[in-house]
Each structure stands twice: as C-alpha cells, then as structure tokens.
C-alpha cells in the first residue's frame, strides 16, 4: 500500500545537525513532488520545503531558508530534509507528505495541489 | 504570504450536530483551499481539495465551499470518530500556509 515513513529523528543540541529521512512505497515516488510539514509541541501545523518530482526546483519557508536542505533520492524512492544549526524553536514532530495534483488544461489556470498521503512523523528535539 | 485564518478557534458539539467551521484567506485564492483533519497523535489526513472536492474515503458528510477569500467546511452530522482538528490550508502560491485550526471536542 501507498507509505511513507520518516526516521532520523532525535535529541540534538541547538547548532547542531540532523538529516531525516522519508521512506516511499506502494506509488511511483520518482513521479510526485514532496513537502516537509512541521508541528510543534501543541502547535498548528506549519510548512517547512518542497522539492518537485525530479529535484529541479525546491522552496523553503522562511523560517528554514539557509539552514535546511530538502533534497530526493529518486533511485532509493527516498526524500531528506538536512537541518544544519538547529535552534529551540525547531523542535517539532517532522512529517512527510506526498504532493497530489489536479491537472487543469484551460489556460491562465493554475493546477490543483494538495498533500494526499502522509508519514506518521519523526520528533526532533533541539535542546541543550 | 497569504495569511489564513479560521473561526472558531474551538468549538464544542454533540454528535449528530451539523458543524461549520470558516477558513479565511488574505487575498483571493480562488478554489485553491484544501482542508485536513487531525487527531491527537497522528498524521494529518487530506479530507477536502480544491475547495469542494471530497477525498477518496472520506464520508460524505464532509463537504467544503467557497471561493475568493471565505471558505467553509461542513460536517452535515458529527460521528464520534470526527472529534479532532481542522486545518485549511491555501494551494494559491508559495509558500502553502496552514490555517491555525479548529479544535472539534464533545460538548
């Protein structure tokens, strides 16, 4: 069946580094963009990056621009998120999630994205 | 950035309620709104796409409209397996903001 499951998580001092790691199956990985989604302790959810299908372009929020590194191994079906000089505030649970997409072929529109299959995440924990 | 909000923040309710909850963007968006449910210690689960599209799976008690910048979320009677969070999320443009949610518990 269609999974996604993360690891890499742990306990790391603030500037420090992490690489996580999102494992895909059951769907042809190398076909779909993929997102990194955050959630801190009692918090909302918040966006963290995106790489599209074949790594040719990738986006940050704000929040991560400079010190994360989203990048895909397409022959090994799995996504990475590098974290480098990691702070307080980056402790959340870590979730990867699939990009599904509704083609529209009238002109002048955009194309429907949304975040169809989910891992069931990995916690960070940045704290001295 | 697009800013999104909701309303209510929380909201209590009894099952068989019928449930609205508003999503609010900070500039039109179109259709371009998906809405997730959350349960406490899980993963995010897509119910919602382009506004009013229903997710494979997902009951069909749950339906979404809008367009522009005001969009709703409706849950026609509320199931015991439906108390979680909702969040928005827009689609528009990068980067692809979150609402802060709406908390559903029983009343």
């Known amino acids: 069946q269609v999974q996604l499951v993360e690891s890499g998580g742990g306990v790391v001092q603030p500037g420090r580094s992490l690489r996580l790691s999102c494992a895909a199956s059951?769907?042809?990985?190398?076909?779909?963009?993929m997102h990194w989604v955050r959630q801190a302790p009692g918090k909302g959810l918040e966006w963290v990056a995106v790489?599209?299908?074949?790594?040719?372009?990738?986006y940050y929020a704000d929040s991560v621009k400079g010190r994360f590194t989203i990048s895909r191994d397409n022959s090994k079906n799995t996504l990475y998120l590098q974290m480098n000089s990691l702070r307080a505030e980056d402790t959340a649970v870590y979730y990867c999630?699939?990009?599904?997409?509704?083609?529209?072929?009238?002109?002048?529109?955009?194309?429907?994205?949304?975040?169809?299959?989910w891992g069931k995440g990995t916690t960070v924990t940045v704290s001295s | 950035d697009i800013q999104m909000t909701q309303s209510p923040s929380s909201l209590s309710a009894s099952v068989g309620d019928r449930v609205t909850i508003t999503c609010r963007a900070s500039?039109?968006?179109?259709?371009?709104l998906n809405w997730y449910q959350q349960k406490p210690g899980k993963a995010p689960k897509l119910l919602i796409y382009a506004a009013s599209s229903l997710q494979s799976g997902v009951p069909s008690r749950f339906s979404g409209s809008g367009s522009g910048t005001d969009f709703t979320l409706t849950i026609s009677s509320l199931q015991p397996e439906d108390f979680a969070t909702y969040y928005c999320?827009?689609?528009?443009?990068?980067?692809?903001?979150f609402g802060p949610g709406t908390k559903v518990d029983i009343k």
């Open positions: 999320q827009q689609s528009y443009s990068t980067p692809p903001v």
């Open positions: 059951g769907f042809t990985f190398s076909s779909y963009g």
């Open positions: 790489i599209w299908y074949d790594g040719s372009n990738k």
């Open positions: 999630a699939r990009e599904g997409v509704v083609v529209v072929p009238a002109a002048m529109m955009r194309d429907y994205y949304y975040m169809d299959v």
């Open positions: 500039q039109s968006i179109s259709s371009y």
